[in-house]
């Protein structure tokens, strides 16, 4: 007559009441253990003190659980714990029972998270797992798109900055150009007012008059040139046309009032008088 054996532990099959409540009692006893020997809090308890080494549990036996001593702190959560229904929601809010369990927040427990994940099923284990890939995605992808942006932006200001470096001697050349129209524009509005200033003057004031206007003007061309920071040669050369036409007004030019103070001074700006201009001017003045 042959004997059947019984069923191994963790094979298919159905077992009695007292063999599953044994196959229980192990699995929550090394659920236990495994909890102290990596530290993990239990709910409403303080955390283990040390770790101990997972004892051997016979299959024909269940292990003891020792109890916990009791301690202030589990009384004190046995006392929370008896709270009236309309108590509780205000007390998980002061608690942050919300926050303890997301990952995002400063308050988050991850021995309760773990819990958290041992109680619910493979569904939804699984579906946990593909949003929290979801959100790594997302995060790289954003990470991706900022040096992205960045990189795009740096080499836009480069271009822009090379363009600059091109045009600034074209825009220096326009301006230069604009400073002589403009210079042009100021010796033809003086022209027109020294002739009305002019009209009721004799020919040798209305001649006198002419000659100061124009060393006046000459003096404030040069005034302009320097406070533009122009080139001394640029400066020297503009007097030089100056003192032509002052050499051309003749003698009378040095006897009128204030037209030699003015000379002198157009002469510094530009850097002393040239040789002959200064010869013909020490000889008027001796």
Do not use: C
């Not at 001697?169 to 210079?183: A, D, H």
Request: proline content about 7%; hydrophobic content about 30%; overall charge negative.
């Amino acid at each position: 007559m042959s004997t059947t054996s019984p069923p191994a532990s963790g094979s298919s099959g159905v077992l009695s009441p007292g063999r599953s409540a044994a196959a229980e009692a192990r699995r929550l006893a090394r659920r236990e253990q495994l909890r102290d020997f990596y530290g993990l809090s239990r709910p409403n308890s303080d955390p283990p003190q040390s770790r101990s080494p997972l004892p051997s549990v016979s299959p024909g036996e269940a292990p003891s659980t020792p109890a916990a001593p009791a301690t202030p702190n589990s009384a004190a959560s046995a006392k929370t714990d008896e709270v009236t229904p309309k108590a509780r929601p205000r007390r998980e809010a002061r608690e942050g029972k919300e926050g303890r369990l997301d990952p995002t927040s400063e308050n988050f427990v991850p021995a309760e998270y773990y819990e958290l994940l041992m109680g619910k099923p493979l569904g939804e284990l699984l579906k946990t797992t593909a949003s929290l890939a979801g959100d790594v995605g997302k995060l790289q992808s954003a990470r991706h798109t900022l040096v992205y942006n960045h990189h795009h932006q740096l080499f836009s200001a480069g271009d822009t900055i090379a363009s600059l470096n091109l045009k600034t001697p074209q825009l220096i050349s326009i301006v230069t150009q604009l400073q002589e129209k403009f210079s042009e524009m100021s010796q033809l509005t003086d022209t027109v007012s020294i002739l009305d200033q002019q009209s009721g003057l004799s020919p040798s004031e209305r001649q006198k008059a002419g000659m100061r206007e124009t060393v006046a003007r000459g003096l404030e061309r040069v005034r302009l040139m320097m406070l533009a920071e122009e080139s001394d040669d640029e400066v020297k050369k503009v007097w030089r046309g100056v003192e032509r036409q002052i050499k051309a007004m003749g003698d009378d030019v040095y006897a009128i009032e204030d037209v030699k103070s003015m000379i002198e001074e157009g002469r510094n700006l530009a850097g002393g008088p040239d040789s002959d201009t200064e010869s013909t001017a020490s000889d008027k003045t001796a």
